[in-house]
């Protein structure tokens, strides 16, 4: 190709991206039929389900927005008590649009959670906007119901995923926050369901992100909720107040919550064979406890592209057990039997302070930066006596083990969105612990400091239907485990793509992640209170690594949902137990050593129902897994989920199982009998303020499951029967003020928010 030709060629394409570079202002009005000027109302203008930019009319009806592409787009414009209307406008042959909303005065007999928008497609999830009816349901659990994916109980408090993945919840993209619960929502704008997580969280463990944006107050507000449960007759609860107060600029949240434990018994059975001895006794525990939680958390935006937080956490815990052990101790060598017993005390106190510090500010429209500083204080206490006897002979046993711990960590992450298709971010933590557990029964101590710096970068990209997150970051970790100094870096790495095509989403994951060893693997001292069992930790350990890949394919249709997706595990450097003999006691130690597969298929369906007064939710999950460790044939466990929630009127009923009859390790195997969790509600609420609820936990009787030991030399089988249907009573008041003032939207985060600046 000649001179001429490329500098042709160079022309042409200076022309075309001057052509889409070219920004237009929309700008016009909203009109009731009348004519008359309609304030508030929300203009969203997007482009293949991507949100482009969000404005709100002033108090003469009119809007104006900037820096949109000269292109055909779509217009929504809804406001509360009329009809939403959906239109499109193209921009290269005008800028002007008024829009003339109908009085909404027919309510339909079913109405999804976000309205009347199709969800937004994002390269991480979807974003949805709440319709009508929810911002008005007085409750965010009540709000967030039927959002697909999600499984929100209102009785009880809690947002799970119906998949079971572990949720990170965020408020306005961050991780500190006041909760759900305080959340008004008739304040929520829209609310994004992440299942794509980018390297800045996969370290974690974190699976989905659910992030609630909100509106800011113009006026000032006030949030009070007071609560008690406990289960019947006074075995186990909580209670206390919550608040908040402030406005657009400062507000004040504070939380107490003390809860508390009693006569919570434990029976079962167990034997133990070794190469020296058969054991086999009945025991019996009794627990109590009791704790206090508090929270204090000041908020304060000073400009609109600066927010701050200051919080300050903390928890004082105290608990006690009481153990009893009756049975019979067989020496193999001689066949003699005596009989065993075994009393045990064991107290525990624990203080944790926690203030954190959050920042973050705006760099124009597209461009974001927050960080986090937080230091942690833990020290606790514990004291453990007991008393084992053979026949006549005694054995007392004391460990009191002091530990404290001292925190620091930071966080700084940096948000960009070069163009409506191309995402980037960037980041990094440092988290630094010094900690010393003394041993005071022997007069040694066990200092361990960990260094830990963590960085990330992360692409986003959609085109079309394809999206796409590719994100890279490396773990730096240094250790001083009693002297002894060792340092490794591990990469962090992930991979996802999804294409949504109409009512079918395919995705495919990959992830490749590490788990640091707790510093129970790795602390020295003996934690046995059995003379003839030592139990200590390996200073020496290495953090484990975890690919992940995942298929999965989900089929949404109005009222239902289908899920399926196939994991596969790959684990390597496992962190295993190994045991050795040594004059008759059994000494355990923790080892890297070994990896393992693991196989599971998922499958869930969800339906959903709502409308004016009568709201139904189901949703049931099957899991199989297979498990393969060196040496040994494939496992395989069954796992079952249901979940249900009615609400009719003022009355409500809520039921969720969930059940897996076998967990493994390379040297146990457990069997359960009965489901780990079983739970029945029933609710009425006299007003929308005050909600009375009664229900059970176990209501398939007394849980029992089976552990059974395979090591070298040792071999053990625990029989446990827990608590039995335990009856439980809730009573909680909210009351929210100036909750009906119409609050202005802060377009510029909203913007940034569902073009996934935040994420």
Request: hydrophobic fraction near 30%.
């Amino acid at each position: 190709m000649n001179l001429p030709r490329l500098m042709l060629l160079f022309i042409c394409m200076i022309s075309s991206y001057g052509i889409h570079a070219q920004t237009k202002t929309l700008m016009g009005g909203v009109y009731d039929v009348n004519g008359n000027p309609i304030s508030k109302a929300s203009v969203v203008v997007s482009h293949n389900d991507s949100v482009m930019g969000i404005a709100e009319s002033n108090d003469d009806g009119k809007y104006s927005l900037d820096g949109l592409p000269a292109m055909k787009v779509g217009i929504y414009v809804r406001s509360l008590g009329f009809q939403a209307k959906a239109d499109s406008v193209d921009l290269c042959a005008e800028n002007i649009y008024t829009a003339i909303l109908r009085d909404e005065t027919v309510e339909l007999d079913s109405v999804t959670v976000y309205g009347d928008r199709k969800p937004i497609k994002t390269p991480y999830g979807h974003i949805y906007i709440l319709s009508k009816k929810a911002r008005e349901s007085g409750n965010p659990y009540k709000a967030l119901e039927g959002i697909p994916g999600l499984w929100s109980d209102y009785m009880n408090e809690k947002l799970t995923s119906v998949d079971g993945k572990s949720i990170l919840f965020l408020v306005d993209g961050s991780k500190v926050n006041t909760g759900l619960a305080a959340i008004d929502p008739s304040r929520i704008v829209s609310v994004e369901v992440i299942d794509v997580v980018s390297s800045k969280y996969i370290r974690t463990g974190v699976e989905r992100i659910v992030n609630i944006h909100t509106k800011r107050p113009k006026t000032f507000y006030s949030y009070v909720r007071l609560g008690m449960s406990d289960f019947l007759p006074w075995k186990s609860g909580w209670a206390g107040p919550t608040f908040e107060v402030g406005n657009s600029k400062l507000s004040l949240y504070v939380s107490l919550s003390p809860s508390w434990s009693r006569h919570n018994k434990t029976r079962g059975t167990s034997t133990y064979v070794t190469t020296d001895y058969l054991r086999e006794y009945t025991e019996n525990e009794d627990s109590r406890s009791h704790s206090f939680d508090y929270t204090t958390m000041l908020k304060w935006r000073p400009t609109k592209n600066d927010f701050f937080i200051l919080s300050f956490q903390g928890n004082d815990s105290h608990s006690t057990s009481f153990r009893d052990d009756d049975g019979c101790h067989q020496n193999r060598s001689d066949s003699t039997a005596k009989r065993y017993t075994y009393h045990e005390a064991l107290s525990t106190r624990s203080y944790v302070y926690s203030p954190t510090l959050y920042y973050k500010h705006d760099i124009g429209k597209t461009m974001s930066i927050d960080g986090t500083l937080r230091y942690t204080y833990n020290h606790s206490r514990q004291v453990n006596q007991g008393l084992q006897t053979l026949e006549a002979d005694s054995t007392p046993v004391t460990m009191v083990l002091e530990t404290r711990r001292r925190a620091v960590s930071q966080e700084l992450n940096f948000s960009w969105r070069i163009s409506k298709t191309f995402g980037l971010y960037a980041g990094n933590a440092t988290d630094y612990a010094y900690n010393q557990i003394n041993n005071e029964s022997v007069g040694d101590y066990y200092k361990l400091r960990i260094l830990n710096e963590y960085g990330y970068a992360s692409l986003s990209m959609k085109l079309g239907g394809l999206s796409s997150v590719l994100s890279a970051g490396a773990d730096y970790m240094h250790l001083n485990s009693a002297g002894v100094k060792h340092s490794y870096t591990r990469p962090n790495v992930s991979a996802d793509f999804s294409y949504e095509r109409g009512v079918l989403t395919s995705s495919l994951q990959y992830r490749l992640q590490n788990t640091q060893p707790p510093i129970s693997r790795l602390n020295p001292f003996n934690t046995s209170s059995d003379p003839l069992q030592h139990i200590s930790g390996n200073p020496m350990l290495v953090p484990q690594r975890t690919h992940v890949m995942k298929l999965s394919e989900k089929l949404t249709f109005k009222k239902m949902q289908f899920y399926a997706s196939a994991y596969y595990y790959y684990s390597m450097d496992m962190i295993l137990p190994c045991s050795y003999y040594e004059n008759g006691i059994r000494y355990t130690t923790y080892s890297n050593y070994g990896s393992y597969h693991l196989y599971t298929l998922t499958g869930t369906a969800s339906f959903f129902r709502n409308n004016f007064r009568n709201n139904f939710y189901a949703a049931a999950t099957t899991q199989f897994n297979g498990i393969s460790y060196p040496g040994q044939k494939t496992k395989y466990s069954l796992g079952l989920q249901g979940d249900l929630i009615w609400r009719y009127k003022k009355f409500g009923f809520n039921t969720s199982v969930r059940y897996l009859n076998k967990t493994y390790s390379p040297f146990y195997e457990t069997r359960y009998h009965t489901p780990f969790l079983s739970q029945m509600s029933i609710s009425y609420s006299l007003n929308p303020n005050l909600i009375f609820i009664m229900g059970c936990d176990n209501i398939f009787g007394r849980s029992r499951y089976d552990n059974y030991t395979h090591l070298e030399g040792y071999d053990a089988h625990i029989s446990s029967h827990e608590v039995e249907t335990r009856v439980f009573m809730t009573i909680r008041w909210t009351m929210r003020k100036h909750t009906k003032e119409r609050i202005a939207i802060d377009e510029r985060s909203i913007k940034a928010h569902e073009d996934n600046i935040e994420l």
